[in-house]
């Protein structure tokens, strides 16, 4: 029988991926795990407690906040604020980055950029949600951390993840050096080794892309869109289209199955929709370190210059391939 290796013990193994750290890096995806487990219990009692629906309030991007988008917020930040590693915490539903100053953090080295539940809209329909994390290093040497600190390009994270609360509850996550997964083990409270050294297929047979929205699509999406549609035995098309309306339930498919994600620009949003610090960086770094591709459509997704907290940005992501031929009819076609 295989030993049951949890998160902890793995992270502990693995601190050598941090020669600078003594035990700060463990703690802080420690924090993130407890967090998620608690945001996981309320997910999974949404239906039987008051806390599905609208909270009655808008975020930064004049979206309506459901009232578990505000909780699993506050329980990150909370889990964080505590745990003394963190210094600023960017996140989808603040405006302004939250700069975390106390006794315990007063020497934190780390800044968090999270998107505390991602998907949020299917949650009352009982579809899978997710949070999406990346972990960065403080720029800054003495004194209070600064917004700068925070607008990193992607090749600057030390870490990224994300938890996927499905049929179980899952937290995939890198360092740099390779992708592994975990689930949560309720039995025990604790997420274990489940899905090691993961890799993307480098083609698939799956696009995820919202075609509601097909009318407003550049033409090089839209050629790619029929190129996928096309009957050809050679290439495996036509492709399943599959979209779930979670960034991280149709990566988290794409991953273990191979395909690719598409988020483009349209007319009605000429940057893009998903946000290039705590979405698509995030992703992108764990997509490229399981072989993946990730690009904007002409762009590597991780050496985009981050202007603002809360940059859009277009995206095309998933096995290397398929990116790869929908960067190519972007270029002949337009994007």
Not at 117 to 130: A, E, F, R, T, Y
Request: proline share 3%.
């Amino acid at each position: 029988m295989a030993k049951l290796q949890t998160l902890g013990q793995f992270i502990v193994e693995k601190q050598k991926d941090f020669p600078y750290a003594k035990g700060e890096f463990t703690r802080l995806i420690s924090d993130i795990g407890i967090a998620a487990k608690i945001v996981h219990r309320e997910v999974n009692k949404a239906g039987l407690v008051n806390i599905l629906g609208e909270h009655g309030t808008q975020n930064t991007h004049g979206e309506d906040q459901k009232k578990l988008d505000v909780f699993a917020n506050e329980q990150f930040i909370s889990a964080l604020r505590s745990g003394g590693e963190c210094c600023i915490v960017v996140s989808e539903e603040n405006d302004e980055p939250i700069f975390i100053e106390s006794e315990v953090s007063k020497d934190a080295k780390y800044i968090i950029a999270i998107d505390p539940l991602d998907g949020s809209s299917n949650i009352d329909v009982n579809v899978s949600v997710g949070t999406i994390f990346s972990v960065y290093r403080r720029k800054s040497v003495n004194g209070r951390a600064t917004l700068e600190d925070a607008l990193q390009k992607g090749t600057e994270q030390l870490a990224a993840g994300y938890i996927v609360y499905g049929s179980s509850t899952m937290l995939v996550y890198t360092t740099g050096n390779g992708v592994n997964g975990f689930t949560l083990d309720p039995s025990i409270g604790e997420f274990c080794l489940s899905h090691p050294e993961l890799k993307i297929p480098s083609k698939g047979t799956i696009y995820s892309i919202n075609e509601g929205n097909y009318v407003h699509f550049p033409l090089g999406v839209k050629k790619y869109i029929k190129y996928c549609q096309v009957e050809d035995e050679a290439s495996s098309r036509p492709y399943s289209s599959r979209y779930i309306g979670s960034m991280v339930s149709d990566l988290h498919r794409n991953l273990i199955k191979g395909g690719i994600f598409i988020y483009p620009t349209t007319s009605q949003a000429p940057k893009g929709k998903l946000r290039l610090v705590y979405e698509c960086n995030p992703m992108a770094f764990i997509i490229e370190q399981a072989g993946g591709r990730a690009s904007n459509g002409s762009t590597r997704i991780l050496k985009l210059d981050v202007d603002s907290l809360h940059q859009r940005s277009a995206i095309f992501i998933g096995s290397a391939e398929m990116v790869l031929q929908a960067e190519a009819m972007l270029n002949e076609f337009g994007y």
